[in-house]
């Protein structure tokens, strides 16, 4: 049995649509291992998939395929909200675009026509075509605002719809191309990934002057909240003042990974003139030496700047910076989540960046371009993907605490986690998670360093592959070329 077999897929679409179809395809295959061959025109005998015009020939899956999809991706619109379509498939209700009514599947006895147009959908979410629409309508690059989508609107943010979309095809392939059906495994067959990141946006948070600021606050505010502040004021001066702890946070993070026999992917400011200070790090000497000393056998990541997603000028300087330290450059995660799908990418395509981790949202955990799997995003204006391979960020550390974003307990977000593992056992998916190095701050941030070991632990408990995103990388460069 071939590892990767040659699919044949027959498409008989608008010229222009052509690229967008095959696009969303490639994605599927990668998921289900498989090796697509694309035909076009109206009819081939040994078609396995067919999708286009409708057609009485009888191939194993027929595709339904909506002519108005391929204009649509033409215009500058978003999809009606009262269009969306809803329908059962396991335990979830999918949202589905382009599509006929009723249910799911039609079937006879040696073909199935699927009805729901999951290309199209599929082309829809994989772009962020939502995203693309406002940044048309001159809106500001920056951080994307979740609230806005057609997620959030809809309510399915944790619910990954690509990932369920190609579910929805290996559902099918078992009882009419089961010589398709491959095992979805990741490496050595584990069930699902976790792949592990950290941002560091303060070698040191805890400067002297932060300090001293911070203990003016509660001292202001005493009389408010006098157990909260006596709190602080007592853990910090243990903590911070006479312990020291914080100084060794990044070490004592390595050796708990490794005792777990963990690696994670540390992505590193390399701007030198933030307005916050204690982001300048990557200028200090000292924190240059204790850079080499601890993460210099780790995978370390480039955190870009705001500039740096929009500019290549920019990006390509912050670049320089870490390679004149002898860190090669592959991985990318901008700063605050600032990102513009298509000019970002280019972005990073031009600058030679192998793989990227910043698509996910700020104010809600979740899936952002509607699934956890990496994939090679699409250029929209020259119909062709890029050749960046984005591993989507699904869980931030700040999204689930935050006030200003969901505001959870750690209680909450373990809750929130055990959720997103049943999702990713569902569908054999993926995990990304991103703790800055602050919040394993026991003082300031009681409880969240520990989720982020129960989670890993909890991952490996049911057989989870735990990686690096360059681990994620090479896993997806090894099945999609």
Request: aromatic share 16%.
């Amino acid at each position: 049995m071939e590892k990767y077999p040659n699919i044949n897929i027959l498409l008989n679409l608008p010229r222009d649509y052509i690229p967008k179809a095959e696009f969303v395809l490639r994605t599927y295959c990668y998921i289900l291992r498989l090796s697509p061959k694309f035909i076009y025109g109206n009819h081939f005998e040994a078609a396995h998939i067919y999708y286009g015009e409708s057609t009485d020939q009888d191939y194993p899956l027929r595709i339904h395929f909506e002519p108005a999809a391929a204009d649509f991706f033409e215009s500058d619109q978003l999809y009606p909200l009262e269009k969306v379509n809803f329908c059962r498939f396991k335990e979830d209700w999918v949202p589905f675009l382009f599509s006929l009514g009723g249910a799911i599947f039609s079937f006879t006895p040696d073909a199935c026509i699927l009805r729901k147009d999951i290309i199209a959908s599929g082309f829809y979410f994989l772009t962020c075509w939502h995203e693309y629409v406002f940044s048309l309508r001159g809106l500001e690059g920056g951080r994307v605002d979740y609230k806005e989508s057609l997620q959030a609107r809809w309510d399915f943010t944790e619910l990954p719809v690509v990932d369920v979309y190609t579910n929805i095809l290996h559902h099918v392939m078992r009882d009419y191309l089961p010589e398709f059906v491959r095992n979805t495994a990741w490496r050595e067959n584990h069930p699902f990934a976790l792949s592990l990141s950290h941002d560091i946006d303060y070698w040191d948070f805890w400067d002297e002057a932060t300090q001293k600021s911070t203990l003016d606050y509660n001292l202001k505010s005493f009389r408010q909240r006098p157990l909260r502040s006596i709190y602080k004021i007592a853990g910090h001066l243990l903590h911070k003042k006479l312990c020291k702890g914080h100084k060794e946070q990044i070490a004592r993070l390595l050796r708990k990974e490794r005792e777990l026999g963990q690696r994670s992917t540390w992505f590193i400011l390399a701007k030198s003139d933030f307005e916050d200070k204690r982001q300048n790090y990557i200028q200090d000497l000292a924190v240059q030496v204790k850079l080499s000393l601890q993460l210099g056998a780790e995978e370390i990541g480039l955190h870009g700047s705001a500039e740096a997603a929009f500019d290549i000028a920019a990006l390509k300087r912050e670049m320089q910076v870490l390679q004149e330290l002898g860190i090669s450059v592959k991985g990318f995660r901008t700063h605050h989540l600032h990102f513009d799908y298509q000019k970002s990418f280019s972005i990073l395509e031009e600058a030679g960046i192998e793989y990227d981790s910043t698509l996910g949202y700020w104010e809600h955990i979740g899936f952002r371009a509607g699934t956890s799997y990496p994939f090679y995003p699409f250029n929209i204006r020259e119909n062709r993907p890029f050749r960046v391979l984005e591993i989507p960020l699904i869980v931030m550390d700040t999204t689930l605490h935050s006030a200003k974003a969901m505001g959870l307990s750690p209680l909450g977000g373990r809750r929130t986690l055990k959720r997103l593992l049943k999702v990713a056992e569902n569908y054999q998916s993926h995990i990304s998670i991103l703790w800055h190095n602050n919040t394993f701050d026991p003082i300031d941030y009681p409880g969240w360093g520990a989720l982020y070991w129960w989670l890993i632990r909890r991952a490996l408990k049911k057989d989870a592959w735990v990686c690096t995103l360059r681990d994620v990388w090479e896993e997806w460069v090894s099945i999609s070329y």
